[in-house]
């Protein structure tokens, strides 16, 4: 079988969803079929209608990005155009295609001819946005568009892939099957170990890696905690924050200086942010509790398991179907008292402690992408 993935995502490792389509790609690969993964890049002009060949270094997954939509104009062309999707079908020969988080209008005008050409078709779904903003027009089209998609041109597919139990709940009566974000635990990024030290005399350490966004009211709040603590009891820790300078971290917040237990890292590759996740005792994130983070799945509570570092975060999505409190995190909750009291405990930790819960997530990997054949070869009868 010849398949073809498109979407919005950056190959080669560009975006989450570019991790998460390549590991569903190497299913479908392991399966005997043929992938052809058509992403978005921004290093081409948007008027070129050529692709650039991106390196997949895997067999029989190749890689291409077209030209990421810029303008209105080419928005518009985006989201109704099917001509370039024609072509890539009739090129590669493609039986099956799995659109990811694709305009709906651009899919609704596709049916049609798929259906003609006896072609599948899924989506891989894995985000309901939320009210858009912006020009008028612009979120009026991109409110229906996400309105149309999960509500109308969804049930009419041959099947969707969604990336968590809310989704998978409300597809109950189509072709589903449950995928959250996977990983090939055979990567050498994966294997590679640089654990922090397990000596009692060393501070226990919290990573948090990510772009400032949602999650900014909080991550402050819990500085302001975890400085507290330490003012209060004489804890020491190292909190590290990948994604953002000191000086924008200072400029943004209007503050002039910060305790050293503070450490900013700037932007890191995918790659460096992974080793300071390593050498890490915890990886810290929050998600606000609303339609769209119950929809989707985080993809650093993935890297982190992956990684074999304790989680905390609040509790969102599907995660209490993967972290257990006590054995390979902790759930902490949304006051100021039970933060505080979370963290103290947190800080009261020894090594060994922290040792045990990185030794049960090493254990075994749930989002090893080699468990999700039979849920494939199960949607794509």
Known sequence: ???????????????????????????????????????????????????VTEDSGEENIHMFSSPYPKGMVNWFKY????????????????????????????????????????????????????????????KIVKDFDTWFRMERINFKLDGVICISTYLENYYKNTNTILVPPLVDVEENKWKEVNNVSQENNQPITFVYAGQLGGEKDRLVKVIEILLELKNKHNYHFIFKI??????????????????????????????????????????????????????????????????????????????????????????????NESLSEKFKKILDLDKNKIHNLKSNIL???????????????????
């Open 242 to 335: 990948v994604g953002m300078t000191k000086s924008t971290y200072l400029k943004y917040y209007d503050l002039k200086e910060l305790d050293n237990s503070i450490k900013f890292y700037g932007r890191l590759s995918h790659i460096e942010t992974l080793k300071e996740v390593k050498k890490s005792d915890f990886v810290l994130f929050f998600r606000e509790k609303n339609r769209v983070n119950m929809a989707g799945f985080p993809t650093k509570f993935v890297e982190a398991i992956t990684c074999g570092i304790p989680i905390l975060t609040n509790n969102t999505s599907d995660l209490h179907v993967y972290l257990k409190e006590d054995v390979n995190g902790y759930f902490v909750g949304e006051t």
């Open 79 to 138: 989201i109704t155009d099917i001509s370039q999707i024609k072509k890539y079908v009739k090129k590669y020969n493609i039986d099956c295609i799995i659109l990811y988080n694709y305009p709906s209008y651009s899919t609704y005008r596709l049916l049609p001819f798929l259906r003609k050409n006896d072609i599948k078709i899924y989506a891989d779904c894995t985000e309901w946005y939320g009210k858009s903003s912006g020009n008028f027009i612009k």
């Open 1 to 51: 079988m010849n398949i073809l993935y498109i979407g919005g995502f950056k190959l080669p490792d560009k975006n989450a969803a570019a991790h998460r389509v390549l590991s569903n790609a190497k299913i479908l690969r392991d399966l005997g079929s043929k992938v052809y993964l058509v992403g978005q890049t921004d290093d081409l002009d948007v008027n070129s209608e050529s692709l």
């Open 363 to 381: 254990e075994k990997n749930p989002f090893d992408y080699r468990l999700y054949y039979n849920d494939f070869e199960n949607i794509l009868k």
